[in-house]
């Protein structure tokens, strides 16, 4: 008789339950009762969350009880010889509870990782100096014991000083990096991934200049792609075929123009000196800002406007092109010289707010913003084969991966033709890994900024 595991997409090795409110060290081992478990990444977001479905036949919930404290160590495995990858998750509470008869229960299960949980209970109120991504490693080791792995461009922001009101500590590391920019206006992302228990802080620019890691095996949607049956003599086409693929949210110029995306105005007002403060203009462009992206950090030549057309003529009384409004007005008032780095006042040091000597710096934060926009008003959601997230150590969300998908056509000799706006390169935004009946697949909202291949 074959080995069931044979049959499966995945091995889970462990699902172990432990509490503290039993005072024993006693470990109950899950497995057998899970039928669905499902593990959600998200670049936005610098930790896992989950959920599992339990099936509860041996009155589990009456005898240990389910409080929304009890610890969760999952482990996974693509093969026999793979080696295991481990999650520590905690329960937060019970999401549903179904009663299938007098004797059987389904209740389904919220996770999330612990250093989230730690998180949501404390309040941390302290004064910090230094460039913001040393800061907030300072947070994430001294109040989470998380190690922070950043790959990224130096943010362009000098030594601050900053002080947190009395936040959780992930609030305060998330106000940190919306802080941090790069000189063309790369804004920076702190997330969890599936692969590791680092937390990772890297910018846009990295992230999308960085190989796909599929490179190899391109994922492929068409026709011929999603029919694959599971006898198919081809394991890689097999893994890397696209199930599904639909556009979830893409090309609203006005919801971009609303954000400021489009075209914007930023207007700082210096309490110390009662001066305006914007560097050599204060208008921002969002077309400036794609393109210079995309040359810097794509090495493209071309401009783009992917993502919105900023050729619309439009006026009541006179016709502009829409990016020439200032669709959104983004104003500070900050108190600059509030911070010295000596004590006799006469090196001034920047704080969250302020820019010291350099204004045009104001205008990082529109850009960083603006890129940000942009790139979550191009969207599309994919479900893939799960196998090769367990086995590649650079799959899963903030990587980036190559997508073939086939142009629309019934012409015979464009069969083989690809569609440029939904093909190429594309960042993995968010990620739901789900684990259920033996199959494993990985459903992806995935983003791009450039129209071409």
Not at 433 to 449: N, Q
């Amino acid at each position: 008789m074959p080995d069931p595991a044979d049959q499966s997409q995945y091995i889970i090795e462990r699902i172990d339950l432990t509490t503290n409110r039993l005072d024993l060290d006693e470990v109950f081992d899950i497995r057998k009762s899970v039928v669905e478990l499902n593990i959600y990444e998200n670049i936005e977001l610098p930790y896992l969350t989950g959920t599992i479905a339990m099936v509860d036949d041996v009155a589990f919930k009456s005898t240990i009880g389910i409080k929304g404290t009890e610890r969760i160590a999952i482990g996974l495995k693509a093969t026999k010889n793979s080696p295991v990858l481990t999650k520590n998750f905690m329960i937060t509470g019970i999401k549903r509870e179904v009663s299938v008869n007098e004797r059987t229960d389904v209740r389904v299960l919220t996770l999330i990782e612990e250093h989230a949980y730690l998180s949501a209970i404390q309040k941390i109120s302290q004064a910090y100096t230094g460039r913001p991504s040393v800061i907030i490693e300072s947070i994430l080791t001294g109040h989470l014991g998380k190690y922070l792995e950043s790959f990224s461009n130096e943010a362009v922001q000098n030594k601050m000083r900053v002080i947190i009101p009395n936040w959780n500590p992930l609030q305060a590391v998330d106000w940190l990096r919306d802080r941090m920019a790069f000189s063309n206006g790369s804004p920076y992302f702190l997330f969890s991934t599936l692969r590791d228990n680092l937390i990772h802080l890297s910018d846009l620019d990295l992230l999308m200049a960085a190989d796909a890691w599929n490179e190899k095996n391109v994922y492929t949607y068409g026709q011929t792609s999603h029919n694959f049956t599971l006898d198919s003599k081809d394991q890689a086409r097999k893994l890397f075929h696209v199930k599904s693929y639909k556009a979830i949210n893409i090309e609203s110029t006005l919801k971009m123009a609303q954000s400021g995306a489009v075209g914007s105005k930023f207007e700082v007002m210096d309490l110390t000196s009662g001066d305006q403060l914007f560097g050599q203009d204060n208008f921002h462009s969002g077309k400036e800002t794609l393109n210079n992206f995309i040359n810097t950090a794509l090495n493209k030549s071309e401009n783009t406007s992917f993502g919105f057309d900023d050729s619309l003529l439009i006026g009541a009384l006179e016709s502009k092109e829409i990016s020439s409004y200032p669709s959104r007005v983004f104003s500070s008032v900050v108190a600059s010289r509030q911070f010295y780095e000596d004590d006799d006042n006469k090196v001034p040091m920047s704080g969250y707010h302020d820019e010291n000597a350099n204004a045009n710096m104001y205008k990082l934060k529109i850009k960083s913003a603006a890129l940000r926009s942009i790139l979550t008003n191009n969207m599309f959601s994919i479900s893939v084969p799960g196998q090769p997230y367990l086995l590649d150590a650079n799959a899963g969300v903030g990587s980036t991966i190559k997508l073939d998908y086939a142009q629309p056509t019934l012409d015979p000799r464009n069969a083989r033709s690809v569609d440029k706006n939904r093909s190429g390169k594309f960042l993995v935004y968010r990620a739901r890994h789900k684990f259920a009946e033996g199959l494993y697949d990985t459903h992806m909202d995935i983003v791009k900024l450039t129209g071409s291949v």
